[in-house]
């Protein structure tokens, strides 16, 4: 968890009418699991926008309201991220050699920073639950391409267990995210306590 | 919309294991934006529950918050709500006569109040995506036997277009909900809304 | 409950071979649950077989062990139950008026007696998820067909629970189906058991 | 086909973001198919758009272009486009009685005004491949809704065959619109043409 | 029995490129089996095909050498072949009541001449597994009309089945085209068989 | 076979509600199959749960009654097994080689302890369909990183056999197993031991 | 092609009842495509069974009566064909170095030997299409471990592509095999063939 | 870009009946949006079909049209187009190392002359949108073959981001592409754009 980043890469308005291999209601859900586990976990994060003032539009609000002291680095040409030079000062200023990304759309805005960074000596996971794109033959190409480059698929709830470990020391912050964006798990909590509170 | 009551049935946590035929995530926001609908549009609600102190648990706690009000009916045998005398009790005295049902499960806890309120005289409309059950088989097959007897299927988003009819007249309820609710929408909302304040 | 018969059709183990629309071990569960609905609120059965000594083989073991007492009605040709006399006076001599069918294959077993039946002026539902056959195309197709003619779909459980209605007077029975053949509810009693227990 | 008129209901590119439960390519060419055929068989045409100004955007530009001289009934409120006296006069001006529809979405923009114009004597027939809407569910709903209220559902295709029922009168508009929207089609034209030309 | 014929409706060879709602090995084998039903209970059939000189193609050759004595009606432009004078005139001369039909593609070679076979007062069955078109969303629109029309939706099994009645009059011409169309049941033969062949 | 040894992992009745990759039915049935491999082939057997007396619940107790002598090590933290001292000792005490994991979900409590495991020099498979996870994005992306790690991705049918590897040495634990758990192939050894015994 | 072998295993009638990744009708069909190919070219056949005279039944007869001269190495326990002796002297035999493989079902009875063939220096292609087995997710897992080990996999049109590489030399045994097992090839060729006879 | 040419192989019309994976509306909008990344990008293109003047018919005459100073090789009878030296000597004399391929069918003429290139030293990039083939068994078995022998799985979108990288440059040339071939992006400029231009 110390040599962990978090990338939120173009998680615009616009762009998520070009996610159609996620619901849209979960996959918003994903996206905010994700970010909250950088969040809650005071993890680095870096948030990058490609030309937010033109039809892709503005990052979700959430995201800029959970983070209002990241300043989000607005692109205004580079498709990969990875070519945009403060992006890539972002990252490198965060000092960790673990990058989680995450963004629209999963063949291009993750799968080109993930090989970029993997070829600068970055471990790189791809958080696949956390990205959309076009549909699934596009999806499972990129996470082919993206594997054969030795990048890590990983979803939102495996990267909060990889990340905190522990629920000894950890489950306050597990528990607040399972609740907000796991109601299966919430579910089953509500129950047992107010079993347990009943007694 | 004045001749129009919403009831809510078996939501309760325990009992959203059964739920296989959707996400959770969007089966939730569906049952929450159905009952902001009621909210908003100050619509009688009425809401039971099959015994909510055994292992179904008690109802999702949005829902109780919702309607502090509300006098929730436990049942505590009936598995057709309609059979219990208090909750029929409740329906009648809203004095509409245009129920829009939705529960859990789809084959149980809607099809027989629906079945059961079409024979006395009601009109029935069955919330068909804030309804679930085990999967789609048991879907459809009680999709077909409410329609038979003579049950409309919609869903949310059909039921609020149907009760506001005029953006001029609810577009702030319309909005609203569709903010919470319906993301695509609320995406479109967004970007329109900064380029026009830019101006 | 009073008024209703539960008739099993070919339920055989060659024929079940043919069936593709469920996974075989869901489906088996499926048709045992239904079988105990029969057998736990001790409603008359019906059982028939198609040319048992024959590739279509003999009924499923665990059937003829739940009801011993029950006379299989072996049928040497007539492909709809309806057509065999001793099966039609089998259905005839329980009395009742409203029939539960479920058997291999849907648009055969199922369909053709389904709709003598109605003629007949009986009340027929179809347990569709007891009943299997080749593929999805053809189930949808034998469903519109017998739902034109009246037939009502339903599931095992929609069925046990329109048969026993409240949880104080059958709570014991439908608790006990329950356990064995639906597993996630089962899942909740045991953990809300299991903390009971420990108060 | 004399008795016929087209109806096209909020085909706007902002709405096309709701629409899911159809590949974005093939969906505009079913839309564009079906404007085809009015056109090209110079049915009477009404097109109404709900407050285009606003996020729900303009209509196709396509659409837009290819029916220059058709006002389009811009309605400022009525989610039903039968409550808006404009398009009521635009299709009672047509003197037809028979109304095909198709719109975004299904559930709302058809289903409203195909149930109200039932209610007012015409006969209706949904376009529903070119009507999308959120998902499989909310579509298969709408349309057992709309059966049940004695829509007839159908396709472009077959409403193409429909209404030009043989090729020696209208070969060439048939030839014209399938080259176009139909590529199964058109490959076995091409192939078989080529063939013959080589003779 | 005596009241059936079977009506098989632009199987042809150019055509089956339309068909995406069927694997084409399948498909195929439904087809024959559908003809062979016809064949080897000698029902009545009346063969068309649209433009077969065209690039429609020819009909399946299967089927021209399973009837060499039916003559086929060649339509030179009628889409409904109910509308050809030639056709009627031949399903007219079976003096058949029950239609079977099959075709391609169903939403307009199937529906068209169903509902106007229903409208002269025949009884009709679209045979829907030998009828195929472009995907499944056209497939169930054209379920759904024609089931509202009064067809009664079947598959090439049932047909069989429901013509036959009886194994001990019919067993070997079920078992024949058991045998050539329906493997999962021709394994199931092969075993018991084998094994009694051992004794 | 004398180099493995079987670790279910977590196999909770609470954690099951997050299992939406299969049927409950079908999984339990999976689950117990591998079970019964173990106990059957009397392979040593590590069993462990993650703070069962909360909300994931005990483990499900036909696991418990199975393996009456294994103490099932409770984690009260460790969300990977392996970083539990116990559970590492209990693996090693087997003093086997070769690990066969299942467990709940399958992106944490079976891709983490099997990367674990590997990097320690032992050799894991993943009997993958008695691990569930909360959708087929988590399943395969959990696949393809447990891939990339060098885990071999096995089913509890391949791993029976890999294990008996002969029916003349193994074939009553083979066929007691697979009529437990193996209703397709019961019902062939069914219709042929039927067969053979009327001889 | 002339160092290719290919190897039928265990496609036998009973254990087809597995197969349910397939449809049967289109996995038989490619099941004999691959058994065409090796007969067209004249590539040596290795084929095996297991237990044949028990509940797993005969071989298909259309193979047995393709290849009237190969002796069929029957298994009385191995599971794995590679650990027979008779069946690995009859590879060996062969000469040749790439084994196509193909079998019932996937994850045992092809993925093991192919594995142990990689083993001792041959070079494996599995015939996916022409091998089956209980479901996608055995399906894939078998897949991505055979992968793994090094193992191709591959389709029967493919494999017959690689074999004969120009349709100057094998164009008519191509043709053959498309004609039989191939039909939207089939019918471009009917429509094509037609067309060039009339002139 | 420099270092990259396009090889469109294979895209036949009378091929493109094999192509079940995609819809053909969808599959042909992929073909032309990857030619016309080549035209716009002024990419070296190498055109191949077989047998042109067979059942497998001519190019798709969009293709030809788009480009007309290549001249297309006409194979007579090599499947893998890499098997034909005028093939071979027009991708040499491209001079270009990075291959972007695309064809029908997937698992032959795009798998083949992939592993061919791969051999030679090329590093190829398979275009799997452009691209199709039977089903989803072969199109994913041919993924996984090519992925092991190191080609690259990309898709149009991919391709033109990777070629274009920055917006700044190649602005024009993705707007203009974009808005041919991917309406979902379209839809979102056309109403930026007009809400643009009405300040």
Redesign the interface.
């Known amino acids: 968890m110390n040599d962990t980043a978090i990338l939120l890469i173009d998680h615009q308005?616009?762009l998520?009418?070009?996610v159609?291999d996620?619901?849209?209601?979960?996959f918003?859900?994903n996206v905010l699991a994700l970010a909250s586990i950088a969040k809650e976990l005071h993890l680095p994060v870096v948030i990058t926008a490609?030309?937010p003032e033109?039809?892709?539009?503005?990052l979700m609000?959430e995201i800029l309201e959970m983070f209002p002291d990241v300043a989000v680095v607005s692109r205004?040409?580079?498709?990969?991220a990875w070519?945009n030079p403060q992006f890539r000062a972002a990252v490198k200023k965060t000092g960790r050699k673990q990058l989680i990304m995450a963004g629209i759309?999963t063949?291009?805005c993750i799968?080109?920073p993930a090989l970029s960074a993997i070829e600068e000596g970055f471990q790189v996971f791809a958080a696949?639950?956390a990205s959309g794109t076009?549909?699934e033959?596009?999806r499972?190409?990129?996470?082919?391409?993206m594997?054969?480059g030795g990048v890590?698929?990983?979803?939102w709830?495996?990267i909060l267990?990889?990340l905190?470990?522990?629920?000894?020391?950890h489950?306050q912050v597990m528990t607040d995210i399972i609740v907000k964006?796991?109601?299966?798990?919430?579910?089953?909590?509500?129950?047992?306590?107010?079993?347990?509170s009943?007694?």
Chains 1, 2, 3, 4, 5, 6, 7, 8 share one sequence.
């Open positions: 308005v616009g998520q009418a070009l159609k996620f619901d849209t209601v979960g918003q859900n490609s030309v033109g039809p892709n539009g503005p609000p205004h040409g580079e498709v990969n070519d759309v063949d291009v799968a080109f696949v639950d076009f549909n033959v596009v499972y190409a990129s996470w082919d391409r594997s054969q890590q698929l990983m979803n709830f495996s267990c990889e905190t470990r522990d629920w000894r020391v489950g964006h796991l109601p299966e798990y919430k579910n089953t909590m509500i129950t047992f306590n107010q079993t347990q009943k007694n």
